[in-house]
């Protein structure tokens, strides 16, 4: 490069730099995306003060960083002092104190000042969050059977204390979360109802959510409502929260558990009471047996039941008011209500269904269902039983 050219591209690199980080900033402060999984979209008191966190460290950071590029840019642009005399820098020059000041000061002082202040604010958020009912609220142990149909009240009701304080009084729902490899089991065990990847509550009431595991440690995650929670087996944590915001807040598996841990989605979906009452009340419905007498679509469905309870399926899933009892894949007693099948990996359709019982592992690959082996007559029959448990 020519001396020129060289002096050109130093002049012009702060215009440029500083344009760059415009685009920069201007592209990541648009608003967050209806239904993204964002922190900085808090619907919780314990996400509020996470988010609020997040926001002092992002400000603390860029303004270090603004100074620290404000110095670089001075001590580049600064005058030079002629090159070669001697008489330019003697031995023992003046300045020399002056600088040792700054790296005190800038060095040492300011970034010990940043860290101190940033690890006092972090314990006093820890603190919220666990009085907001975060996680490590409430530890305990679990009384066993993780499927088991009541949860030990007794053990949390004193730690548990302060959190349903911040989140709104008692907790009025009990929800048990358990991580599979790779999706998640879903109980209410007040209700003896069980689902999977999906957690329905009611908007505005405190909720109760345990978190365990059944094989490897997972970590339960949902942005805009809590702290991660892990998942770990032989251990219950529990976190209380309330949303006021009816919605569909997405979920995720937030530590690395095998192969398809990136398709290990839930949502949690925050309705007004009455629909969450009507939800809950459909879900512990026992489906009707079907009626083999009836027309030929419903003989269809018979079929399927039978398919589904003789062949390999009723030994992973189970579906209420069947000799299907299996716990190795999801409850399947309300499957045609749910959302998505596959832990979010695929919209709930009967196209999509039927794809899933001819080759789940086309659909989400290493997942721990087999491929089924039915005939083309065996997957329409299974698939329309299955299209009936809404
Ligand atoms: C060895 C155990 C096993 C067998 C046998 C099995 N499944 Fe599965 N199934 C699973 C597991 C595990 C999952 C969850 C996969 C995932 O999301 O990672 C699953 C998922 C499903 C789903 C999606 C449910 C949801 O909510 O996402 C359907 C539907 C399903 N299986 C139907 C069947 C049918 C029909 C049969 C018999 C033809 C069958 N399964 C046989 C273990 C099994
Ligand atoms: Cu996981």
């Known amino acids: 490069m020519s001396s020129e050219a060289y002096a050109l591209f130093w002049r012009r690199l702060p215009a440029v730099a500083a344009g760059l980080l415009l685009l920069l900033i201007s592209g990541a402060c648009g608003p967050v995306p209806a239904g993204a999984p964002s922190p900085l979209d808090p619907q919780t008191a314990a996400t509020a003060s996470i988010a609020q966190l997040g926001w002092v460290m992002i400000a603390l950071g860029t303004a270090v960083c603004a100074a620290v590029f404000a110095a670089?840019?001075?001590?580049?642009?600064?005058?030079?002092r002629p090159v070669g005399g001697e008489a330019a820098a003697p031995a023992g020059a003046p300045d020399r104190g002056g600088g040792n000041t700054a790296v005190v000061i800038g060095g040492m002082a300011l970034p010990a000042l940043v860290i101190v202040f940033v690890l006092g604010y972090t314990i006093v958020t820890l603190r919220e969050v666990a009085g907001a009912g975060g996680p490590g609220a409430a530890l305990h142990s679990p009384a066993g059977d993780p499927h088991?149909?009541?949860?030990?009240?007794?053990?949390h009701a004193g730690?548990?204390?302060?959190?349903?304080?911040?989140?709104?009084?008692?907790?009025a729902i009990d929800v048990r979360v358990i991580g599979r490899q790779w999706w998640w089991d879903v109980v209410y065990p007040d209700a003896q109802v069980i689902t999977a990847n999906e957690i329905h509550v009611p908007a505005g009431a405190p909720i109760r959510l345990t978190v365990t595991s059944q094989d490897v440690i997972h970590s339960f995650w949902v942005p805009q409502v809590a702290g991660k929670v892990d998942a770990l087996p032989g251990k219950t944590n529990a976190i209380t929260f309330r949303v006021d915001q009816p919605g569909?807040?997405?979920g995720l598996c937030s530590e690395f558990c095998g192969l398809q841990h990136a398709h290990m989605h839930f949502s949690l979906i925050v309705e007004p009471p009455e629909a969450f009452a009507g939800?809950?009340?459909?879900?512990?419905?026992v489906p009707p047996a079907p009626n083999p007498d009836e027309a030929p679509a419903e003989s269809l469905v018979a079929q399927g039941q039978r398919v589904f309870l003789r062949s390999s399926c009723a030994q992973c899933h189970a579906v209420r008011g069947t000799a299907a009892a299996g716990t190795r894949g999801p409850d399947?007693?309300?499957?045609?209500?749910?959302r998505t099948l596959g832990a979010g990996t695929h919209e709930n359709t009967p196209a999509n269904l039927a794809r899933w019982v001819i080759d789940p592992q086309a659909?989400?690959?290493?997942?721990?269902?087999?491929?089924?082996?039915?005939?083309?007559g065996e997957v329409r029959a299974v698939v329309a039983y299955l299209e009936t448990l809404e």
């Open 279 to 285: 939800w809950l009340a459909a879900q512990q419905r």
């Open 332 to 338: 399947l007693t309300h499957v045609a209500s749910r």
């Open 363 to 376: 659909m989400k690959p290493g997942n721990k269902m087999p491929e089924p082996n039915l005939t083309e």
């Open 248 to 250: 569909v807040y997405r």
């Open 148 to 155: 088991g149909a009541h949860a030990d009240h007794g053990a």
């Open 72 to 80: 670089l840019l001075g001590a580049l642009f600064r005058p030079r």
């Open 159 to 171: 730690s548990g204390a302060a959190g349903s304080g911040r989140a709104g009084g008692e907790p």
